[in-house]
């Protein structure tokens, strides 16, 4: 008997698999009969932390969605930020709101700036929702709502490098409109400078706008223009993307140029210009397919040159001071303090006077008598590798020292010094040089 044949063996005897789906759909969406609330805290939403960006799709009960489209604000979830909506003032988690959309319920009222399919670059949240504000007609105006609104997002693409521009845009009815994938033209790219972080962008005609303070020409020749959001004076926005529409956009020698933008697409009295702009990622690096990091200030750098807190070579009294002062060194922003001192008591006739050094810190504690200072009963002294209390020089017998202070996690520290009588034939001497190295 003939043996059935295997569909899924290709004509050269090989077997086909099943193609593996495609699909990304993230939880089976949101559904609402009426405005949504603002969300609340972290219970809600949907996980978007494995995606660099998510394809929504919005629509409505068929039979009830003539004329509608959607009022639509994204949020995203991000859990270590201060004063939160977590229930206490830490780091504990907040929605973020973004720029509205205008969304095409019906499809009808699908048009170049309106549709029912939008993509949001996830921008490191961990959550996001799509709060349906309103049900609104082609003007604006609030209308009667379908039966039921629902949106659906998928995960859009996991490549650092495959996110696409959300541009603001609007029409009289949205605050902006994201850019979509769909389509073809540069619009799709990534943006890495923008107006007016990076550079500003100024009114020329009614066809071409300058463009100053970028960190390159903005030219043709090494970059391209991505698009431009227009707000006029009346607070209206307007988006132009290169390539999408019969929008061409073009730059030379900082110049930018539009066409088939109608007449005068741009005015004087145009209040701002956000200009979307692809250039070289010049972190990349072809031949190990990488991102090069540099450390611009390495903390192990960042440390100060020695200084001195005192230099006192000829002493003739009998001094209980400290340096550099009564205020000491202040630690902000350093972790180690090092000391070398040189000490000389010095001899008052046929007597040895003593000179005694000792060191002090304070977090500036103040319980109404004024900044405490405690005394340190240890420091490092490298010369006799041990942990030592003072330091003491007596007579014409000079001491020499270097003291450490690792980890120091206070705010001051300052050097005590005191002489148990007058060095007069031979004078006293206090030197010390300090230095301090960055956390």
Request: with cysteine; glycine share 8%.
């Amino acid at each position: 008997m003939k043996p059935d044949n295997d569909t899924r063996k290709n004509p050269f005897n090989a077997r086909d698999y099943n193609a593996p789906s495609n699909m990304t759909r993230i939880g089976n969406g949101v559904e609402c009969t009426a405005a949504m609330a603002e969300p609340r805290n972290e219970a809600e939403g949907t996980p978007v932390q494995d995606w660099t960006s998510v394809h929504v799709i919005f629509y409505a009960e068929r039979a009830s969605d003539a004329g509608c489209l959607a009022r639509v604000r994204p949020w995203r979830w991000y859990s270590k930020q201060i004063d939160g909506q977590s229930g206490v003032a830490l780091e504990v988690g907040r929605w973020i709101p973004d720029f509205e959309v205008l969304v095409a319920l019906d499809p009808a009222m699908i048009t170049g700036a309106i549709s029912s399919h939008y993509v949001w670059d996830t921008r490191s949240a961990e959550k996001m929702i799509w709060q349906v504000l309103d049900v609104v007609d082609a003007n604006g105006v609030s209308t009667t709502w379908p039966t039921w609104v629902k949106y659906q997002p998928f995960g859009y693409n996991t490549q650092r490098d495959a996110l696409v521009v959300a541009i603001a845009a609007g029409t009289a009815g949205s605050a902006s409109a994201s850019a979509s994938s769909d389509g073809d033209g540069p619009a799709v790219l990534k943006a890495t400078h923008w107006s007016p972080v990076d550079g500003t962008v100024a009114f020329a005609t009614g066809i071409t706008l300058t463009t100053a303070g970028f960190p390159f020409v903005v030219d043709n020749a090494n970059c391209i223009i991505l698009g431009i959001a227009v707000v006029d004076d009346g607070g209206v926005w307007t988006r132009y993307l290169n390539g999408i529409d019969g929008i061409s956009i073009d730059a030379t020698a900082g110049t930018v140029a539009i066409g088939g933008a109608g007449a005068a697409p741009f005015a004087a009295t145009d209040t701002e210009y956000y200009l979307y702009v692809a250039y070289q990622d010049k972190a990349y690096t072809l031949a190990t397919d990488s991102i090069r990091t540099e450390e611009i200030q390495p903390l192990n750098h960042e440390h100060t040159q020695p200084e001195y807190i005192i230099n006192e070579l000829d002493i003739d009294t009998a001094a209980d001071d400290y340096a550099p002062s009564a205020d000491g060194v202040i630690m902000d922003g350093y972790k180690d303090f090092a000391i070398q001192l040189h000490l000389l008591g010095g001899v008052d006739g046929q007597t040895d006077r003593t000179v005694a050094v000792t060191f002090e810190g304070s977090n500036d504690l103040d319980a109404g008598a004024g900044r405490e200072w405690v005394v340190l009963s240890v420091g490092y002294d490298l010369g006799s590798d041990q942990t030592v209390a003072s330091w003491v020089s007596t007579g014409s017998v000079p001491t020499d020292a270097l003291v450490d202070f690792d980890n120091w996690m206070h705010r001051r520290i300052r050097m005590h010094y005191v002489f148990d009588g007058i060095p007069v034939d031979t004078l006293g001497e206090v030197v010390a040089i300090a230095r301090r190295k960055a956390l």
